[in-house]
């Protein structure tokens, strides 16, 4: 039994130094690159998801009319486009944009007779400023329009703004915990950020609702290293 005890004692003793040595070379592997990343700039990346809601929708509208004479026509289709974009106006709403996407202009007869001139005209339009979805649909069925269709939820130039804002904001956030980890770990503090670069995407709709989108940010950061006083 002494003798068990006793080889215990040295095995135990032996292990001891052993353990006292592997954690005396991490330290010197570790000050070593402390050394060597000292000077060097500290890099830190990051992304950030969000869900936002959109505030404009975009309308694919068509329109027709006859007319007995060609410029009769052209008056028409005029009219009908300002009455289309005066009546998708309201309850806070407003025309964003409208384009003429397509327009037919050609002239009605048979063998006989001369019916005049049809025209059919489709107009690409955009309104914001709504809450709900409802809204807009509301107003649709006013729109003296003979279809409408191509519904499609986005962001304003102004809400796509707020939007990259407010990731920008929580990515930059998030690189500066990284950064300053990465120079707690060098034993120095953080300076001065040399550079940042920014994008977002667009990524997919929201299955909650049909007028939300998921949009990412992804930045990356270069911070000066700043030696401790």
């Known amino acids: 039994m002494r003798a068990l ?4 004692a040295v095995a135990i003793t032996s292990v001891l130094p052993l353990t006292a040595v592997a954690q005396d070379n991490d330290d ?4 070593r690159w402390q050394a ?3 000077d060097q700039p500290i890099r830190a990346a990051a992304s950030v998801q969000d869900e936002f809601t959109t505030d404009q929708i975009t309308m694919s509208l068509k329109f027709s009319s006859v007319h007995q004479t060609f410029d009769g026509l052209i008056a028409t289709l005029r009219r009908r486009k300002t009455d289309i974009l005066r009546e998708a106006e309201g309850n806070g709403m407003r025309v964003a944009e409208a384009t003429i996407t397509a327009m037919e202009l050609r002239r009605r007869r048979s063998d006989s007779d001369d019916f005049g ?3 059919d005209v489709t107009v690409l339009l955009t309104v914001t400023g709504f809450a709900d979805p409802l ?3 509301a107003r649709l069925k006013m729109l003296p329009a003979r279809s409408v269709g191509q519904l499609q939820y ?3 130039k102004s809400g796509l703004e707020q939007a990259e804002a407010a990731l920008r904001s929580k990515v930059l ?7 300053a980890s990465e120079a707690e770990l060098r034993t120095t503090q953080l300076g001065d950020m040399l550079r940042f670069e920014f994008e977002t995407h667009v990524n997919r709709r929201s299955p909650k609702a049909v007028n939300v989108v998921i949009i990412s940010g992804r930045g990356l950061a270069v911070f000066k290293p700043h030696g401790k006083q």
Do not use: P, W
């Open 28 to 31: 010197r592997t570790t000050k």
């Open 173 to 179: 956030a998030k690189i500066q915990r990284e950064a």
């Open 154 to 156: 986005s962001l304003s």
């Open 135 to 137: 809204d807009v649909a």
């Open 5 to 8: 005890t006793a080889a215990l």
């Open 117 to 119: 001139y049809f025209g």
């Open 36 to 38: 060597q990343v000292k």
